[in-house]
C-alpha cells in the first residue's frame, strides 16, 4: 500500500502566547510552576490583566500540533484532526499549519462558533515553563475530526495525551486508534503532562490500551507514572508499555528502551532558555527519521539535537532555517 502520510495526529489546536515573567509574577498570579493547568475564560481574563504590558510572543501551538509541524519542516508529511473556532485565532491557527504544509481537516469543515483554544505560557528565568490552558473550541473536539480514509494510509497513527482530559476528545483519539490498528498502521503516544497522569490516568491508559509502537514522556512523567524514582525499574515498566519507549532526561539526553534493552544517546550541549515544546519536538523529529530509513538511535540523536535548539530559544517553534541546518547536520552524521 502506498502511504500519503508518514504522520497522521489528532490534538489540540491553541494559539500560544508566550511571556518572560519572574518567580515572583507567577506566584503573584497564582500559577503553578512547570504544570499545565486548565483554566475557565474568567480566569483567563484575570491572567491577561497581569500581563498587560508584557511583550507576548504569538504561534501555532497544541503539543501535537507542534509535533506535526516539525515533522513537516524537516521534509515529512502530515496530517492534523484538530477543532478550532470561527474567529481570528481559528483562522490563524489553520493559516500556520498550511504555511508549514501540514494537511488538516480544517480546510475540509466550517469552523464552529466560539472561541479558539489558547495557552499562556509563562518562562521563568530558569528556562522552566507553566501553562495556563483555554481549551474553547477545541474542549469539544470529537470523532467528526476523523479522516478514516487518511488515517488508514498513514505509517504512523499519534494521539496527544492531553486528549484523556477531554471525554469526546478521547473518544475520538481512541476510534482514531482502532482504525489504524484495522489498518496495520503503528500507534503512537506521549504522556504529555505530569496532570495527565495524576488526574486523567484511565485515558492514559485507554491510549496505551495492549500496546503501542512509540511512546513518548520526560524522566519525570515516567516517575509519576511508575511511582518510583528508581531508574532500573522505570526502564522496566515502561518498556511494557510499547515497543519504543523515548525516554527524555533534559541534559543528560534520552534513553531509547526496546525489547529489554535501553540505548543512552546522548543531548546536544546547550544553553537552555525556555523548554516549552521541547518533547514536541523532539517526537516529530524522531517520527520523521523512523519514517524515513533511520535507525532508532539515529532517530534519537536527530530528536536531541532538534530539542536541544528550540530550548535554547523563546519559542516552541524553530525557523524553517533552523530546520534545515539542523537536518544538513544529521545527514552529515548519518553518513
Not at 511571556?19 to 483567563?44: C, F, N, W
Not at 521534509?75 to 481559528?90: I, K, N, P, Q
Not at 477545541?138 to 480514509?149: C, E, R
Amino acid at each position: 500500500m502506498t502511504h500519503h502520510y508518514d504522520l497522521y495526529a489528532i490534538g489540540n489546536a491553541l494559539v500560544d502566547s508566550e511571556y518572560e515573567v519572574s518567580d515572583a509574577q507567577l506566584q503573584a498570579m497564582g500559577v503553578e510552576k512547570r504544570h499545565m493547568t486548565l483554566i475557565d475564560a474568567p480566569r483567563r481574563t484575570d491572567l491577561l490583566a497581569h500581563v498587560q504590558g508584557l511583550h507576548a510572543r504569538r504561534t501555532g501551538g497544541g503539543s501535537a500540533g507542534n509535533t506535526v509541524v516539525a515533522l513537516a519542516q524537516l521534509g515529512g508529511s502530515a496530517f492534523y484532526s484538530c477543532r478550532v473556532a470561527d474567529d481570528e485565532l481559528g483562522a490563524f491557527y489553520r493559516e500556520d499549519l498550511m504555511a508549514n504544509g501540514v494537511a488538516t481537516n480544517l480546510t475540509h469543515t466550517q469552523p464552529p462558533q466560539g472561541q479558539t483554544g489558547s495557552c499562556m505560557v509563562m518562562v521563568t528565568p530558569d528556562a522552566e515553563r507553566s501553562m495556563s490552558t483555554f481549551l474553547g473550541a477545541t474542549a469539544d473536539l470529537d470523532h467528526t475530526a476523523l479522516h478514516p480514509h487518511d488515517i488508514a494510509r498513514s505509517k504512523i497513527y499519534y494521539m496527544e495525551g492531553y486528549l484523556a482530559a477531554s471525554p469526546t476528545g478521547l473518544d475520538a483519539a481512541l476510534q482514531g486508534r482502532a482504525m489504524a490498528k484495522d489498518a496495520g498502521v503503528a500507534l503512537a503516544t506521549t504522556l504529555s503532562d505530569m496532570s495527565m497522569i495524576n488526574f486523567c490516568r484511565a485515558g492514559l491508559d485507554a491510549m496505551v490500551g495492549n500496546g503501542l509502537d512509540f511512546l513518548f514522556c520526560n524522566e519525570e512523567e515516567s516517575q509519576v507514572w511508575c511511582g518510583t524514582q528508581d531508574l532500573d525499574a522505570i526502564c522496566r515498566q515502561m518498556g511494557q508499555l510499547a515497543r519504543t519507549v523515548c525516554l527524555t532526561r533534559s541534559a543528560k539526553g534520552c534513553l531509547v528502551l526496546e525489547n529489554g534493552q535501553r540505548t543512552e544517546v546522548p543531548s546536544a550541549p546547550v544553553k537552555a532558555l525556555d523548554t516549552n515544546g521541547a518533547g514536541d519536538m523532539f517526537a516529530g523529529a524522531f517520527l520523521y527519521a523512523v519514517t524515513h530509513g533511520h535507525s532508532h538511535a539515529q532517530a534519537a540523536w536527530l530528536a536531541n539535537h532538534a530539542a536541544g535548539r528550540v530550548v535554547s530559544q523563546y519559542g516552541n517553534r524553530l525557523s524553517k532555517q533552523t530546520v534545515a541546518d539542523i537536518k544538513a547536520g544529521f545527514l552529515q552524521h548519518t553518513r
